[in-house]
């Protein structure tokens, strides 16, 4: 069974770092990208980027490009977004989705974990 | 505001049909044949009903059906059922971030 098994909720300040992470089973994480799905409060789905983790290519939507950073650790499985700075503004669900690829074009996506909620507040 | 446009809510009786739009523009819905749709029970991961435009995954009912005309796709959920209530998302690829794009939501409410 596929599953994507995401890490619980974190409140943070503004201008310190987070880690979230994605622990995946159930099929060959190296040879399926991965990808990074963001919903503020209130608002609708945006896809933030994603990462091969067979070689960590990672693609990131340019409204993300240089705010997060996605990592992978194929030795666990596990994927990563990461932030160096937050901003009350990153307040959001963040969730991590396994797409569904023709070539390099995402046509769906198959599974999703539970969500991440990140707080960022002072 | 979200890049596909969704009404809000959708509703129906048990046993009709209803269908839930997601207009988009050529650069998303309309110049790719990659719409996809999700089912979203609250507090469940959603769940994929459709991709590429009107293909379903194993598992899906035949009474979700998806279609394209234009820039706005459409999900029809055929024979409503009491377990059909749920809120229900549109994506397509979008060549403005080479990923893609989400409609807002429709909620959907089995009368």
């Known amino acids: 069974e596929v599953q994507l098994v995401q890490s619980g909720a974190e409140v943070k300040k503004p201008g310190e770092s987070l880690k979230i992470s994605c622990k995946t089973s159930?099929?060959?994480?190296?040879?399926?990208?991965i990808a990074w799905v963001r919903q503020m409060p209130g608002k609708g789905l945006e896809w933030m980027g994603i990462?091969?983790?067979?070689?960590?290519?990672?693609r990131y939507n340019p409204s993300f490009r240089g705010q997060v950073t996605l990592s992978v650790d194929k030795s666990i499985s596990s994927a990563y977004l990461q932030w160096s700075s937050l901003e009350a503004s990153d307040t959001a669900m963040f969730y991590c989705?396994?797409?569904?690829?023709?070539?390099?074009?995402?046509?769906?996506?198959?599974?999703w974990g539970q969500g991440t909620l990140v707080t960022v507040s002072s | 505001q979200s890049a596909l446009t969704q009404p809000p809510s959708a509703s129906g009786s048990p046993g009709q049909s209803v269908t839930i739009s997601c207009t988009g523009t050529?650069?998303?819905?309309?110049?790719?044949?990659?719409v996809s749709w999700y089912q979203h029970h609250p507090g469940k991961a959603p769940k994929l009903l459709i991709y590429?435009?009107?293909k379903r995954p194993s598992g899906v009912p035949d009474r979700f059906s998806g279609s394209k005309s234009g820039n706005t796709a459409s999900l029809t959920v055929s024979g409503l059922q009491a377990e059909d209530e749920a809120d229900y998302y549109c994506?397509?690829?979008?060549?403005?971030?080479?990923?893609?794009?989400f409609g807002g939501g429709t909620k959907l409410t089995v009368l």
């Open positions: 590429e435009v009107n």
């Open positions: 994506s397509s690829f979008a060549d403005s971030n080479n990923l893609g794009v």
């Open positions: 050529s650069s998303d819905v309309g110049g790719y044949p990659y």
């Open positions: 989705v396994r797409p569904i690829m023709v070539g390099e074009i995402i046509v769906g996506i198959d599974y």
């Open positions: 990462i091969y983790p067979a070689d960590s290519d990672a």
């Open positions: 159930g099929y060959n994480f190296p040879i399926y990208w």
